[in-house]
């Protein structure tokens, strides 16, 4: 909790009020809010560029007690619009930490409220699902910040993976590795790309909207189709892109939003979800092997379940047991994968890090 006690507001689009104090920037913040189940690994949730245009809540009761650390990012900025927690803490305990939250939220611009009772407004989201939302650490009338939310564009049908890619190809590996990845950059976690570099490849990292001819240009082994945010069906070049790579016939593998655009460039429609699933501790069967693995996950859409399962070229690999969404595909006549969820796990457990080297053996087979 910081010193001051500077008042601020979270006002919902439906019209729920909530009170607490500022935190990081003094200002305003608008977008669809969310919630993450994680308990750790708020810096690497914080840095996801999936998580543009949200307003983030946490569900853990303290956030910032382990400090920031420059090693524990997923991009080169805060990527969430705002932060809503029960407990924002300035004191941390890790010696490693090079700073804290406060400190790093103000340095990133973010306006962040804490002091709100985090459990009933998750409840809240849970059953009446996702909204666009305002905090306010500056305006403190609850009708002047609705005329302002009332601007607030919906997640649905929203382009924003184009904004957060890369301006400039850049390659990471080693230039004389034997395998080489084509990178489409959507918002890209880092950790991702760090999980291709580690397992031998030499990856050439492309901005969202460039087309196959330059990406054939790297000569790859493979095709490797990353996250972001925003919604994929307002994405016609990235899908018309998709359907290209795939005439190619080689290993392409794609990780959240990557896995709705391969839905989308196989005519299977994705849709926006109620709340969407957000966190570190999300259960998934891989039902080719039988197998379960806890995993880390933030999507606001999915892969509809109904035209997945009727599509004669297209196989389910994976479920949500929680919900029973569609986690995960492949293509029967091509060698073409990808999952909802993360299986770089930052944060999170490693149970799902053998899709890379899966993807790996497909290239080198």
Known sequence: ??????????????????????????????????????????????????????????????????????SDVESSSVKIRGLIARNLEEQFSRLQAEGDLNTYLKANHIVA???????????????????????????????????????VPDMDGLELASTVST????????????????????????????????????????PAKTPLSRLKEFNPNGYFISNGPGDPAAMPYAVATLKDILNE??????????????????????????????????PVKNIITGLCEITTQNHGFGVDPEAVRKHPNVEVTHLNLNDDSIEGIRLKDRPAFSVQYHPESTPGPHDSRYLFDDFVAMMRG
């Open 167 to 206: 301006e400039k190809e850049y390659e990471m590996g080693d230039a004389n590795a034997s395998l080489k990845v084509s990178v489409l950059d959507f918002g890209v976690k880092q950790h991702i790309l760090q999980c291709l570099v580690s397992r031998g490849a030499h990856i050439r990292v492309h």
């Open 249 to 282: 016939n080689k290993p392409v593998f794609g990780i959240c939003l990557g896995h709705q655009l391969l839905a989308l460039a196989n005519d299977i429609p994705t849709f926006k979800m109620h709340h969407g699933h957000r966190g570190l501790n999300h």
């Open 113 to 151: 409220i804490e002091g709100v009772d985090t459990r009933a407004l998750v409840a809240h989201i849970r059953t009446k699902g996702a909204m666009n939302c305002i905090i306010s650490s500056e305006i403190l009338d609850v009708v002047q910040l609705k005329a302002e939310l009332d601007k």
């Open 1 to 70: 909790m910081p010193q001051t006690h500077q008042p601020a507001i979270l006002l919902l689009a439906d019209g729920h009020v909530f009170h607490g104090h500022s935190f990081g920037k003094t200002g305003t913040a608008t977008g669809e809010i969310c919630f993450n189940t994680g308990m750790t690994g708020y810096q690497e949730v914080f840095t996801d560029p999936s998580y543009t245009g949200q307003i983030l809540i946490m569900n853990n009761v303290h956030v910032g007690n382990y400090g920031v650390k420059q």
